[in-house]
């Protein structure tokens, strides 16, 4: 492999934490400009003819509407009904009862309630709903687009009901889904303690909040992967990022109310009534009901709904053919959507009003579709033509017997590419399961530490970014939020890297 087709093959990727991260440029534009850019890259450094590009291009902006653009509509399109029903109100009233203490209400939604989302569903809404509810509460937007970046770490290991884990299986022929979860767990332990903590001191960096913030992230952090790892053992790599983020949830309520000052419990003098307060919820509370009720945990329900609202469609590029399946009726963001409205007209308002408020919704996300469109299409490019692999290739030469402390940079290049570990996992599944073989490493254990590098690249991730700024409101602010992020998703790899290095084999 020559220097010239390495390089080539990295200008995609410079590209865009130059123009993002440095010049400021606007993530439409930015990810415009280095589409073309890979594209011609493509043709004429890797042979990828232009009929090839025509359809990976077609591919990529399939995928970026199902489920990407689509959940990001949706998650945004629940918040926006509950600013128009005026239930976002009893919402931070209700946070705020929980516990006066920032620190507690920041975790508890991103942390909390990101990481079930993030179980549940995946694809953005773990990210897009956290940020959009901080912003109501009166946080920051940059703040609020940071802190659910990095909470919607760790969670995806095992997010959208186990998928990464159980795609990395399939590539690398491995049947044993508990071990390689518990081994992605494993890895993950000084991880589930940081993330928690790095997200408290980011809401309060006062000296005098430090023990009590130290404390509350191990007690928290150490729960989630006490349960992750006896649910990967006993019950499957399914429910790992769900029941972790129950009992984040449970011990951070509990907490919220046992530390909160006297003078907190007396603040209920408006106290609304339990009906009231249901209502306000209606809308979550049927995504969350709908998101369960259709996963894989009730997979004969699931597999029936699918078999009579598929629609595949299917491309040949390369000679080899390409699908993108359409589950309309267990899509993320069809389910979004379906919440929405029904827990809209409980709230009282009437489906012209929804219909209305959907359309407003579609019309201000404009700029994002152009965005995520043009990634899934970079990536869909880089993939197909073989970009990515020869950068992952390279990465597993230059490196020779450390190559177990970089592993999970490479997760973490598939992640940033594709803005997703479970399409990082089949990028790179392959290529590390035989480096493993070549050094006498365990394929699962360096399997586990591709997904594991995922889980750190998706805090950069350009799709991700994108989610954040279209939440918050931010279009043409994502440079300024990956320079921001870069610095915790490089800390985060080393980390990963250091606890596959020194406990491998």
Same mark, same amino acid.
């Given at each position: 492999m020559d220097y010239l087709t390495i390089f080539l093959a990295l200008i995609p990727v410079l590209m865009l934490i130059v123009m993002l991260g440095f010049l400021k440029v606007p993530g439409d534009k930015s990810a415009l400009i280095a589409l073309i850019t890979t594209a011609a890259l493509s043709l004429l450094g890797f042979k990828f003819s232009l009929g090839s590009i025509g359809l990976s291009i077609v591919f990529g902006a399939l995928k970026a509407l199902f489920p990407i653009i689509l959940i990001i509509i949706m998650a945004i399109y629940s918040y926006n009904v509950l600013l128009f029903t005026k239930k976002m109100d009893v919402l931070k009233h209700q946070f705020s009862n929980i516990s006066s203490d920032k620190c507690i209400q920041v975790l508890l939604l991103t942390w909390g309630f990101g990481g079930l989302l993030e179980g549940m569903a995946g694809f953005g809404t773990a990210v897009a709903i956290p940020a959009a509810i901080l912003i109501g509460l009166g946080y920051k937007p940059l703040f609020s687009a940071l802190v659910s970046l990095l909470s919607n770490s760790v969670p995806t290991a095992f997010g959208a009901v186990g998928v990464p884990v159980k795609a990395i299986a399939v590539e690398i022929g491995h049947a044993n889904l508990q071990q390689l979860g518990s081994e992605v767990v494993f890895q993950l332990i000084p991880l589930m303690l940081l993330i928690p903590f790095i997200i408290v001191f980011l809401t309060d960096s006062s000296l005098k909040a430090l023990p009590k913030n130290i404390f509350l992230s191990i007690v928290v952090g150490g729960v989630s992967i006490v349960v992750q790892y006896y649910s990967v053992i006993y019950i499957g790599v399914e429910t790992p990022a769900v029941l972790g983020s129950i009992a984040s949830i449970i011990v951070i309520v509990i907490w919220g109310k046992l530390t909160a000052p006297k003078k907190d419990s007396g603040n209920d003098a408006e106290s609304i009534s339990t009906q009231k307060i249901i209502n306000a919820w209606a809308v979550y509370g049927l995504i969350l009901i709908l998101i369960i009720g259709t996963s894989p945990l009730f997979g004969q329900f699931r597999a029936f709904l699918q078999s009579i609202s598929a629609t595949p469609i299917n491309l040949t590029i390369n000679? +080899? #053919?390409?699908?993108?399946?359409?589950?309309?009726?267990?899509? !993320?963001?069809?389910?979004?959507? @379906? /919440? +929405? #409205?029904?827990?809209?007209?409980?709230?009282?308002?009437?489906? !012209?009003?929804?219909?209305?408020? @959907? /359309?407003?919704?579609?019309?201000?996300?404009?700029?994002?579709?152009?965005?995520?469109i043009s990634l899934i299409a970079l990536s869909t490019i880089m993939d197909l033509s073989g970009m990515v692999a020869v950068l992952g290739l390279a990465l597993a030469t230059a490196t020779g017997a450390f190559y177990p402390l970089f592993a999970p940079a490479i997760g973490c290049l598939g992640a940033f590419l594709t803005g997703s570990d479970t399409s990082s996992n089949i990028l790179f599944g392959k290529l590390q399961a035989s480096v493993a073989q070549q050094i006498g490493e365990k394929p699962s254990w360096l399997a586990a530490a591709n997904t594991v590098g995922a889980t750190g690249g998706k805090i950069i991730s350009p799709q991700s970014i994108i989610i954040a700024t279209s939440a918050c409101h931010q279009q043409g602010k994502e440079g300024d939020i990956m320079k921001k992020a870069l610095p915790y998703a490089i800390f985060y790899i080393i980390v990963a890297g250091l606890m596959v290095y020194f406990f491998g084999k």
């Open positions: 000679n +080899s #053919v390409k699908t993108v399946k359409i589950y309309w009726l267990t899509d !993320g963001g069809f389910l979004l959507f @379906l /919440g +929405s #409205v029904i827990g809209g007209l409980l709230q009282g308002a009437s489906f !012209g009003d929804l219909m209305k408020e @959907l /359309g407003r919704t579609i019309l201000s996300l404009k700029k994002t579709y152009i965005t995520v």
